[in-house]
Nanobody
Framework: QVQLVESGGGLVQPGGSLRLSCTGS????????MSWYRQSPGKERDRIAS???????NYADSVKGRFTISRDNPFNTVYLQMNSLKFEDTAVYYC????????????WGRGTQVTVSS
């Protein structure tokens, strides 16, 4: 069965760093574009970083220059390195996978909490 599991969330001080991991199973990971989303209470779920099957990356303006997305295909894992964290980065962070075909379904993890607080 298809599964995406996020890990690495927790409590961190402003200006600190954290690395999130997401490991997939049950699908051809290397053929999928992978993304990180986040959602704060009362707000929409927003895409903040993505990496496609050719390692092309994109970032939301809110995290550009601070966050880095990468992938390790042999281990079916995508990472999000988060530096210079701010209070407004507090959210539940979700991992997703997408294949470029009309018949393909998107896959989602259940999320991991990141809290930035002094």
């Amino acid at each position: 069965q298809v599964q995406l599991v996020e890990s690495g969330g927790g409590l961190v001080q402003p200006g600190g760093s954290l690395r999130l991991s997401c490991t997939g199973s049950g699908f051809p990971f290397s053929s999928y574009a992978m993304s990180w989303y986040r959602q704060s209470p009362g707000k929409e779920r927003d895409r903040i970083a993505s990496i496609d099957s050719s390692n092309t990356v994109n970032y939301a303006d809110s995290v550009k220059g601070r966050f880095t997305i990468s992938r390790d295909n042999p281990f079916n894992t995508v990472y999000l390195q988060m530096n210079s964290l701010k209070f407004e980065d507090t959210a539940v962070y979700y991992c997703s996978g997408k294949y470029d075909a009309v018949w393909a379904r998107d896959y989602w993890g259940r999320g991991t909490q990141v809290t930035v607080s002094s």
